[in-house]
């Protein structure tokens, strides 16, 4: 538990080595927001090729060939790419900006993959040009794709994107049923036209069994695609790849408890009471697991030994068979380690009914996923000695924007010895995706600059200079 700030109940992440000693530099801290203004997102890469090498042991263990693809979409820095292509990662794009800025940085065409839900004009040119993978999601886009190609006279290079036919998994809106893509296949005037590298897929959520199911399945798409003369050389499982943020599972269970029995209308443990999503005293399914197992290369694992079809070997076993090389595309899990969000308390006050809060120079877009809530305890740093002596209070974290609910976290946070403008609040492992994926310039407030451990310095980030495209 950390000593100066922590929930109640407490919620303590894992950190890296390097945050570690950043935040026990008090001055260095200081600097860092003083240079890069407050939220300032800090980026020290040194354990994305450890990650990634996690992976790969796990897969080599089943003899399985496996490529690792960062999920760009997961941090927008430059400093992911070149940290991806240091530990001999691919990429995965989401977006022409991501593409176009992969290329520039000279990443090899042939480990990108786009995968965007909605592919702009611009972004099948670039990516046909460059002979990129482009996963395809539909007909009208394949359609799109293939006419671009004739008019260019250029060879379309695609993986096509399986959305299961499994009972077992749930509906999705992302690629076509097998059936489908062989329709189309058979349906195309020049079958030599297209060449189809691979299978691609991304399920929501964490579940390995859900993953051993549509494996077996894209390997059947696989046999069906080689008998009408394509060869494909890939299945890409997309992301997903579980990762805990917190070490005590008992923590986790703790809080979950604790939560439930919080009285409707008492904010010990969160504003107004919140539920967090919880419909009784186990994890919500609103907030990411912070706590789980099988994580990483041991999840891999169970995937690759499953024998979904009865009949048939192990997943790994059918991959090795023909020769089928395993991607993944990793974002969170790979980001574990990579990144600290510091941000600067501007004032203590109360609330009008005495609740106490602490604003920060922040907003709740720059810590956020998609998710309620980012369940991870901030850690506090003190600055110079305050106006006013610091006293212990138990309270939230507000922000910038202009709005009641505007709570940098929803849990109540206790301050044993107090805080003061210029203190700092760290928020700890926020690379993957609760820096970025929703963060806005509402307010014409500016985004957070981004910043970088060159291994000597910390420099800027190379995001701030590109300009947006439409
Ligand atoms: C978001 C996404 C990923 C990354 O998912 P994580 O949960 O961050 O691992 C990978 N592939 C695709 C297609 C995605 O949309």
Redo the contacts with the bound molecule.
């Keep these: 538990m950390n000593p100066l700030m922590h929930g109640n109940p407490p919620l303590t992440a894992r950190l890296e080595p390097w945050m570690e000693r950043l935040l026990a530099d008090t001055v260095a801290c200081g600097e860092l927001v003083e240079r890069f203004g407050s939220p300032v997102n800090l980026h020290d890469f040194s354990a994305l090729g450890r990650n990634a090498q996690e992976l790969r042991t796990a897969a080599a263990k089943h003899s399985v060939a496996l490529q690792v693809?960062l999920?760009r979409?997961?941090n927008k820095t430059i400093g992911a790419i070149d940290a991806a292509v240091r530990a001999d990662c691919g990429l995965?794009v989401?977006s022409l900006n991501e593409l176009d800025q992969c290329l520039r940085r000279g990443v090899d065409p042939g480990r990108i993959i786009v995968?965007a839900?909605v592919k702009s004009a611009a972004l099948l040119r670039l990516a046909l040009e460059n002979q990129v993978v482009v996963?395809l999601d539909n007909l009208d886009e394949a359609a799109d794709l293939l006419e671009m190609a004739g008019a260019a006279g250029l060879k379309p290079c695609v993986a096509l994107?399986l959305a299961s036919g499994n009972p077992g998994l749930p509906p999705t809106r992302?690629g076509l049923r097998a059936a489908a893509w062989l329709e189309f296949l058979g349906g195309l005037a020049e079958p030599a036209g297209l060449e189809v590298a691979g299978i691609?897929?991304?399920l929501n959520g964490?579940s390995a069994q859900g993953r051993a199911l549509i494996l077996a399945e894209s390997v059947r798409l696989v046999d069906a695609l080689t008998g009408i003369g394509q060869s494909p050389g890939f299945i890409?499982m997309?992301?997903?790849?579980p990762m805990s943020y917190l070490d005590d599972a008992g923590q986790w269970e703790h809080f979950w408890e604790a939560l439930a029995g919080q009285p409707v209308g008492s904010e010990e443990i969160t504003w107004k009471s919140d539920s967090l999503g919880a419909t009784g005293p186990g994890p919500s399914k609103d907030v990411y697991p912070y706590h789980q197992r099988p994580v990483g290369g041991q999840w891999l694992e169970t995937i690759l030994g499953a024998r979904p079809d009865k009949a048939q070997g192990s997943i790994a076993e059918q991959l090795a068979a023909r020769n089928l090389q395993l991607r993944?595309?990793?974002?969170?899990?790979?980001?574990d380690g990579c990144g600290l969000s510091l941000a600067k308390v501007a004032f203590v006050k109360e609330r009008s009914d005495g609740v106490p809060l602490a604003g920060l120079h922040m907003n709740r877009t720059q810590c956020r996923s998609t998710s309620a809530d980012f369940l991870l305890d901030p850690i506090l740093i003190q600055g110079a000695e305050p106006r006013t002596p610091r006293t212990p209070f138990r309270g939230f974290l507000v922000g910038a924007y202009c709005i009641e609910e505007e709570l940098i976290l929803r849990r109540r946070f206790d301050f044993p010895y107090g805080a003061a403008p210029g203190d700092l609040v760290a928020f700890p492992n926020t690379a993957?995706?609760l820096m970025h994926i929703v963060e806005s310039a509402s307010h014409q407030l500016p985004l957070a600059a981004n910043a970088l451990w060159d291994g000597r310095n910390w420099v800027p980030d190379e995001i701030g200079e590109h300009e947006l495209r439409p």
């Excluded at 997309?238 to 790849?241: D, E, V």
């Excluded at 993944?328 to 980001?335: K, N, Q, T």
Aim: charged share 20%.
């Design positions: 693809y999920a979409k997961a995965d989401a995968t839900a996963s994107r992302f691609h897929f991304h964490y890409d997309g992301g997903g790849i993944c595309e990793p974002g969170r899990s790979l980001l993957g995706y």
